[in-house]
């Protein structure tokens, strides 16, 4: 499989929303292509003998107690006092979801 088609790009640009140009195109189907041969290589190596790993630095995971602490908190009018704009309480920005429509 190690080398992809035009076609085969192409379906991966439109599941991940890429609108790309011809030369584009042709430019990530070689890239792509050298990556699935890369992994087809190291497919091919005996790991059979090899204990799986998932952890190397043999660090555990640090946990703390959750404090509330009351002198490090904002009111709301405080945090609203730098917005440019807001609505019943909250910060308002510009939707960034507007005008998107799946094809």
Same mark, same amino acid.
């Given at each position: 499989?190690?080398?992809?088609t035009k076609?085969?790009v192409?379906h991966v640009?439109?599941?991940?929303?890429?609108?790309? +140009?011809?030369?584009e195109?042709e430019? *990530?189907r070689?890239?792509?292509?050298?990556?699935v041969?890369?992994?087809e290589? *190291?497919? +091919?190596?005996d790991?059979?003998?090899?204990?799986?790993?998932?952890?190397?630095?043999?660090l555990?995971?640090i946990?703390?107690?959750?404090?509330?602490k009351?002198?490090?908190?904002f009111?709301q009018?405080?945090?609203l006092s730098?917005? +440019?704009?807001?609505y019943k309480?909250?910060f308002?920005v510009?939707s960034?979801?507007?005008?998107?429509?799946?094809?």
């Amino acid at each position: 499989m190690g080398k992809l088609t035009k076609r085969q790009v192409e379906h991966v640009a439109r599941l991940a929303d890429l609108p790309l +140009k011809a030369s584009e195109i042709e430019k *990530l189907r070689l890239q792509l292509s050298e990556i699935v041969t890369f992994v087809e290589e *190291l497919n +091919k190596v005996d790991t059979s003998d090899i204990e799986p790993t998932h952890q190397t630095t043999g660090l555990g995971d640090i946990t703390r107690t959750d404090e509330v602490k009351v002198d490090n908190h904002f009111t709301q009018e405080q945090a609203l006092s730098g917005s +440019k704009k807001t609505y019943k309480g909250y910060f308002a920005v510009p939707s960034i979801l507007a005008g998107r429509s799946k094809k």
